[in-house]
């Protein structure tokens, strides 16, 4: 016996209904299903941007640190250069001096012209040439230690004026030079911790070697003894080589020396030879040197003084 299996469609039913079945039809469930697993798929996808911004962020710090070391790093290593360009200038050629020179008075002047920088600059004939390799060897340990053998080397005039950056430079330079047996003469301090007359009167001195007690002397006795006169003058050209000659070190802060020069001319006269002595690679506190310093402009200007005003003038960097 055969079994037959019939199929009914919607319309097979012949109750009145259509039942047009349309596939692009889905149920509400169905689609809130589809839906949820749409979502469930992007999720991942979106805590993987969230991944990605944070990797690139840790990236952007890490080359920002490294940029920031590279920085660091070539700041510390231009520091050192000019540390060491400012130890070592006393060895440098006087061309090499005029043109380091040069680039600092263009630095600190930046509003002057072209002719006004030039009255500034230096020559190469300003300065001694010197080449001295016991002091080359100890550029990192250069001290006081080394002045004496120095000076007996290279300071062949009679009187030198020392510039030194501060005070207490000041004073240790004149610890060391302060030895007449060994130099020909002694020192004297002109800064700021002296009144400024004082340091002028005692300039005064060492340049004319005039004695106001002996000239007052001199007057009240000229009309009573000419005779007696005329040995307290000549008293007063024996003080005039004692105190002239006596004197060899005018150990002066750029600053001082600047005061003395705009209130007496005394420095500028006679025709001897004058050393001009910078204390060029002794650094402070930060670093700088007297040429580098807020006073480096005042020095330059005092020694352009020296050098239109006075004769036979030398500079040597120490």
């Given at each position: ?16 209904l ?28 979106e ?6 911004e ?11 640190k ?5 920085l ?82 290279y ?38 911790k ?5 340091d002028?009167?005692?300039?005064t ?71 001009i ?9 930060k ?32």
């Amino acid at each position: 016996m055969n079994s037959h299996h019939n199929t009914y469609t919607g319309d097979d039913l012949n109750d009145g209904l259509e039942y047009d079945f349309d596939g692009d039809i889905v149920s509400e469930q169905d689609e809130q299903t589809a839906t949820a697993s749409h979502l469930d798929n992007k999720r991942p996808n979106e805590g993987s941007d969230d991944e990605d911004e944070e990797e690139k962020s840790q990236l952007s710090k890490r080359k920002k640190k490294k940029q920031s070391s590279k920085l660091h790093e070539k700041k510390l290593e231009k520091l050192k250069f000019d540390i060491n360009q400012r130890r070592s200038l006393f060895n440098k050629t006087p061309q090499e001096i005029v043109d380091y020179l040069a680039t600092l008075i263009r630095g600190k002047n930046p509003n002057l012209s072209a002719i006004e920088l030039d009255e500034l600059y230096f020559k190469k004939s300003d300065f001694l040439n010197i080449s001295w390799d016991k002091q080359a060897d100890n550029i990192e340990l250069h001290d006081l230690t080394l002045l004496p053998d120095f000076v007996v080397q290279y300071l062949k005039a009679p009187k030198v004026i020392v510039f030194a950056l501060s005070n207490v430079r000041v004073a240790d330079i004149y610890r060391t030079l302060n030895n007449p047996n060994k130099f020909g003469g002694k020192a004297i301090k002109l800064f700021s911790k002296n009144k400024l007359k004082q340091d002028l009167d005692m300039l005064t001195k060492i340049s004319s070697g005039l004695n106001n007690t002996t000239i007052d002397s001199a007057k009240k006795n000229n009309t009573t003894n000419k005779k007696n006169n005329n040995k307290l003058l000549q008293k007063n050209k024996e003080q005039k080589n004692i105190i002239g000659n006596n004197i060899r070190f005018l150990i002066a802060t750029p600053n001082r020396m600047q005061k003395i020069i705009e209130n007496t001319n005394c420095l500028f006269e006679g025709k001897d030879k004058l050393d001009i002595l910078i204390d060029s690679s002794y650094l402070d506190s930060k670093t700088n040197s007297i040429f580098t310093s807020d006073d480096g402009m005042v020095l330059c200007k005092v020694l352009k003084e020296f050098l239109n005003k006075k004769s036979s003038v030398r500079i040597v960097l120490f």
